[in-house]
């Protein structure tokens, strides 16, 4: 289980476009988004860069608080359950949603992970992490879970087994009476619960034990984030009553102070309550997002423009804005760049090298997935089905005779 020093920030694939009666794109999922990767990134840039390379100077103003992330994976879990349904509707359309997701988030994740990976090995300081081919195989089959001498070379990417797994699940469930009605409220609340009532055997075993393992491979200290998230949109369409919503969000919230905490020997329990309110602050804003008004109305034409341009290429952001953003930083640092200008290089390192692997990976990889599986396994889905099901024929034998 993550504590202070070792959160990374999580890495989602954009959500669909959601558009207003009128037919415009809603604005506020966007400026949701763009907040918390801010978060994310202010989070790395003044508190995790210097306290893990010990080189990096202190920042003058430090955001030491786990939230970006955290309301990201709300944020990824309310599309998931609104896309899976309308992904579903038609025949083998859920497993085109499922495939849509991994189009987005495998491409851009493979090569910003050799390119994370040549920047520690090439481009950082002495002293750093040196990771060696070994290390890259294990990063690309997602293994750091699995074998504690495996070594990250971008801490942001634990989470990508967890989001796939929650991809896999939705897709899983749609399909089955868990995805609706009575089997989904059961499922909600066993995911709230179970992760609890296994909190105190997890966080008193050793880290590299294999219950820790496989605990933290499946990502059952994040489950809650994944059920606020659901709840919002279960809500906002009408599927949950006001005193169940409030009920679900209220024990989510109590989960995450208790997954978050530090039991310490010496100095006892430890919860940062600051980030516990502002998850809750950021899931009050998307329920408001869901159930009120586009926020455009507040936001010039300008901003507009600006805040969904960010909102496209954030997943792109989480891949490369921390590993190499901490390259940039400490190089800049050998030249004489202060602390805070250290921060604004590496948001703008971020964005630059975001765009650039929405650009040139996301986007076209993506499209020439999705036109694959049109043409191969979709096509020939189809023809399996049709095989299998037999062409009714007309019974000549009863034919009315003219």
């Known amino acids: 289980?993550?504590?202070?020093?070792?959160?990374?920030?999580?890495?989602?694939?954009?959500?669909?476009?959601?558009?207003?009666?009128s037919g415009s794109r809603k604005l506020s999922w966007d400026v949701l988004r763009v907040g918390f990767v801010l978060l994310v990134i202010l989070y790395h840039s003044t508190f995790i860069g210097p306290l893990v390379y010990h080189d990096i100077l202190p920042k003058n103003l430090v955001f030491p608080h786990q939230v970006g992330a955290s309301l990201l994976l709300v944020l990824s879990a309310y599309f998931v359950a609104?896309?899976?349904?309308?992904?579903?509707?038609?025949?083998?359309?859920?497993?085109?949603?499922?495939?849509?997701?991994?189009?987005?988030?495998?491409?851009?994740?493979?090569?910003?992970?050799?390119?994370?990976?040549?920047f520690l090995r090439y481009l950082a300081p002495d002293g750093w992490y040196y990771p060696g081919k070994r290390d890259l195989v294990a990063n690309l089959l997602m293994l750091w879970h699995w074998d504690a001498s495996w070594?990250?070379?971008?801490?942001?990417?634990?989470?990508?087994?967890?989001?796939?797994?929650?991809f896999c699940l939705a897709a899983v469930m749609w399909r089955s009476p868990l995805g609706r009605g009575?089997?989904?409220?059961?499922?909600?609340?066993?995911?709230?619960?179970?992760?609890?009532?296994?909190?105190?055997?997890?966080?008193?075993?050793?880290?590299?034990?294999?219950?820790?393992m496989v605990v933290d491979g499946a990502g059952i200290f994040r489950w809650?984030?994944?059920?606020?998230g659901v709840a919002v949109w279960m809500w906002s369409t009408g599927r949950l009553r006001r005193w169940h919503f409030v009920a679900i969000e209220v024990v989510a919230l109590a989960e995450h102070a208790l997954q978050t905490s530090i039991v310490d020997p010496t100095t006892g329990w430890s919860t940062d309550w600051t980030a516990v309110a502002l998850i809750a602050l950021g899931v009050l804003a998307m329920t408001a997002a869901a159930a009120g008004?586009?926020?455009?109305?507040?936001?010039?034409?300008?901003?507009?423009?600006?805040?969904?341009?960010?909102?496209?290429?954030?997943?792109?952001?989480?891949?490369?804005?921390?590993?190499?953003g901490y390259v940039v930083m400490r190089r800049a640092q050998q030249l004489g760049v202060g602390p805070t200008l250290q921060t604004v290089l590496m948001v703008l390192t971020g964005v630059l090298a975001g765009w650039l692997l929405t650009r040139v990976v996301e986007?076209?990889?993506?499209?020439?997935?999705?036109?694959?599986?049109?043409r191969v396994p979709a096509r020939y889905g189809r023809v399996a089905v049709e095989a299998a099901v037999p062409v009714a024929t007309p019974d000549r034998s009863q034919a009315t005779r003219s």
């Open 293 to 324: 008004p586009d926020w455009d109305r507040w936001i010039p034409p300008v901003g507009r423009r600006a805040i969904t341009w960010l909102a496209g290429i954030s997943y792109g952001v989480f891949l490369t804005h921390q590993t190499v």
């Open 82 to 118: 609104a896309t899976v349904r309308r992904g579903g509707a038609r025949r083998g359309g859920t497993a085109r949603w499922w495939w849509g997701k991994i189009a987005r988030l495998l491409p851009a994740f493979f090569v910003a992970t050799i390119n994370a990976w040549l």
């Open 224 to 228: 809650h984030l994944f059920v606020a």
């Open 182 to 212: 009575v089997g989904l409220r059961v499922v909600i609340w066993a995911a709230l619960l179970v992760p609890a009532l296994q909190w105190h055997h997890l966080a008193t075993r050793a880290p590299g034990s294999y219950y820790a």
């Open 363 to 374: 986007r076209p990889g993506h499209r020439w997935l999705m036109r694959w599986w049109d």
């Open 151 to 166: 070594g990250f070379v971008d801490g942001s990417y634990w989470t990508i087994p967890v989001q796939l797994l929650a």
């Open 1 to 21: 289980m993550p504590d202070a020093a070792t959160e990374r920030a999580l890495p989602v694939a954009p959500p669909t476009t959601v558009r207003t009666a």
